[in-house]
């Protein structure tokens, strides 16, 4: 298969989280039909609701920085499947990940034929043995994996990462991993086994306890990231400084840069990068500097992104919608058009609840995804006494593009946020745009 026959078929194998099939038979199965590339290399694994991609890029940035030869995996991608897979920084080929991608189908469809699976392996599980085969074949020294749904049965939490992370935790997904905090953190401290090395970031009182049990079941002593503090007050750009206890990690630095991933929010996923970095140091060689300036350089697309007059943010849950409109109140003092597109197995009521009445005009959408929800369907979570004028309902991405950029003005902020594959799609048509004419 080429590139695009790799997406195609990928794509066919159904929804991303839809066909999604929880459980560590099968993607077992295949890594081991294609020889266990996960035990080549070091493993860090994070799981959370909120966090978990930012903590991932901050620790990739860290270890950039320190010259580690490093792999990263994360979930969703914004425009194309080859920013899930990244070695050294960079994504992974388009001519690699086809030739990964055509090896991991015919595995899979044999094992099928032989017996050894009921089903072909799912999108996430083949992408999954896709990346962890591409850092095998580099001969990275560490894999950063972002965990994709939960934990116990999320198919990167087949590699038995050596070390993990738990960063925020909050309701997501209830119809996959349970209707409470105790049952949502359950699933994702199941990552935390026998021998692992284990930070946790801060969590609600309910969350902590049943992570806690699980590190006092398995035998493991965690590490706390909590206790960074903004070591200056806000700026235009959200970018704080922030500061770490020396109590609480002594061999940090006890000031860390202005970071590069915006909206004081960070300051708890770069806390728990730095623990992590830290607990590498029985690996690597890993400097304060290479700290500073990891955590300083940091970048990841589409949260708290600005381009032109454009604000892409991911925020697809309560969680991050708080955060988001935390940032809005204190740093966007100009009008904002809100573009809003959201899955149908998000709080999509609670979310808008959030970020709605914010907005001088709302452009509503759906992306392409067979989990969207149509936007018409959305004006119901419209706040009373919003001006209905200003309420726009599109058929597409593109057309919410065009209108929110005819209704806006030059100093608006143009915000879109809901889900992540809206932001791919708007972030891909605004990159477009704004690339020079020739």
């Known amino acids: 298969m080429n590139f695009a026959e790799s ?3 990928l794509l066919s194998l159904g929804n991303e989280v839809s066909a999604m099939k929880l459980g560590l038979e099968n993607i077992r199965t295949l890594l081991r039909a294609v020889g266990d590339p996960q035990n080549k290399y070091l493993k860090v694994q994070v799981a959370g609701t909120n966090g978990k991609g930012s903590v991932c890029v901050f620790l990739n940035s860290i270890c950039t920085q320190a010259g580690i030869k490093t792999g990263m995996y994360t979930s969703p991608h914004l425009v194309s499947m080859t920013e899930r897979v990244k070695i050294n920084g960079g994504d992974i080929g388009e001519h690699d990940f086809a030739r990964l991608a055509t090896r991991v189908r ?20 083949q992408v999954t043995a896709i990346g962890l085969l591409a850092f095998a074949e580099a001969k990275v020294e560490l894999a950063i994996l972002e965990t994709g749904l939960g934990g116990r049965l999320d198919a990167t939490t087949a590699a038995n990462a050596e070390i993990v992370a738990i960063t925020r935790i909050d309701l997501d997904h209830q119809q996959y991993l349970g209707e409470t905090i105790e049952e949502i953190a359950a ?3 199941a990552i935390i086994h026998a021998g692992s090395r284990v930070v946790i970031g801060e969590q609600q009182d309910a969350a ?6 699980r590190c006092s079941d398995m035998g493991v002593e965690p590490r706390f990231a909590s206790g960074a503090t ?7 750009t959200g970018r704080e400084g922030v500061s770490s206890p020396a109590r609480l990690t002594p061999s940090l630095p006890a000031r860390f840069p202005p970071l590069g991933l915006v909206g004081r929010h960070q300051i708890e996923n770069a806390s728990i990068a730095a623990s992590l970095a830290d607990t590498l140091r029985k690996h690597f060689s890993i400097t304060e500097d290479n700290i500073h300036q990891g955590l300083e350089v940091a970048c990841h697309p589409g949260r708290l992104e600005k381009i032109g007059q454009f604000l892409f943010d991911g925020a697809h849950n309560i969680g991050g919608a708080k955060a988001l409109r935390s940032y809005l109140d204190e740093f966007i003092y100009q009008p904002i058009t ?5 899955m149908n197995d998000k709080d999509v009521d609670e ?6 009445s914010k907005a001088n ?13 149509r936007a018409g369907h959305m004006k119901a979570f419209v706040p009373d006494g919003f001006d209905s004028a200003n309420v726009f309902a599109t058929t597409d991405v593109p057309e919410a593009v065009e209108k929110a950029q005819e209704v806006s003005s030059e100093s608006d902020v143009i915000l879109v946020t809901g889900s992540l594959y809206l932001v791919g799609e708007v972030r891909e048509i605004v990159s477009k745009d704004s690339l020079p004419k020739n």
């Open 361 to 373: 005009k709302l452009i509503l959408t759906q992306p392409k995804n067979t989990r969207a929800v």
């Open 187 to 189: 699933e994702k401290a």
């Open 7 to 9: 997406e195609s078929y």
């Open 106 to 125: 015919a595995t899979s469809e044999g094992l099928v034929a032989a017996g050894s699976l009921e089903n072909v392996p799912t999108y996430f599980e």
């Open 351 to 356: 979310i808008a609840s959030i970020l709605f």
């Open 208 to 213: 902590m306890k049943v992570i806690l049990k």
């Open 230 to 236: 903004v070591a200056h007050g806000g700026n235009p």
């Open 338 to 342: 809100l573009v809003f597109g959201s």
